[in-house]
């Protein structure tokens, strides 16, 4: 019950501005130190980081492909499926420090949330949830992950400015 609650204050923002959760928990340790927000027009991607003496882990990278989204503030978008054929509108990856990449399955069910989207230099934030498919990736198959960010945004570096 205290885990479905906790899961519950999380999801609706209430829960800290950065912060991971889910049943991937089992597979990795989803302790977060900080994360980042880079975007342009074209996509959305949020990092988020833990300091491990001489390393940084890469808790979860979340790229999300805005093809087709018109993101502003309160904006849902659907993580499942494909932005353009071929291509999944969602990916996510783990990238423990001096270890390889390991990414995660297609989505299969889930959305990213953004309740304040910041111009370059301002703040971002908003959630995401998402159940991975039971089959493909490296590790999180039928899992859970959700989280929320809160960082400033920096500018993606490619494309046109958003």
């Known amino acids: 019950m205290k885990r479905a609650l906790l899961a519950a204050l999380l999801l609706s923002g209430c829960g ?4 991971l959760g889910g049943s991937v ?4 340790d989803l302790t977060v130190s ?10 959305l991607q949020v990092t988020y980081y833990r300091n ?8 979860a990278r979340v790229s999300v492909a805005l093809d087709g989204v018109d993101l502003k503030a309160g904006t849902k978008v659907d993580l499942a499926g494909e932005s353009s054929p071929g291509h ?9 420090g001096g270890e390889p ?6 989505v299969k069910r889930g959305d990213l949330y953004v309740s304040q ?3 370059e230099g301002q703040v971002t934030k908003g959630s995401f949830s998402v159940l991975f498919s039971s089959e493909g990736g490296d590790l999180g198959q039928g ?18 400015e958003f």
């Open 52 to 59: 491990r003496d001489t390393f940084l882990d890469v808790v």
């Open 143 to 160: 899992r859970t992950l959700y989280g929320n960010f809160a960082a400033r945004t920096v500018d993606a570096g490619y494309g046109p």
């Open 88 to 96: 999944q509108r969602a990916s996510f990856a783990h990238a423990p």
């Open 117 to 119: 989207l910041g111009a």
């Open 16 to 19: 800290a501005e950065v912060s």
């Open 25 to 28: 928990g089992e597979v990795i």
């Open 34 to 43: 900080r994360c980042e927000v880079y975007r342009n027009a074209f996509g």
């Open 101 to 106: 990449v390991r990414l995660f399955p297609n």
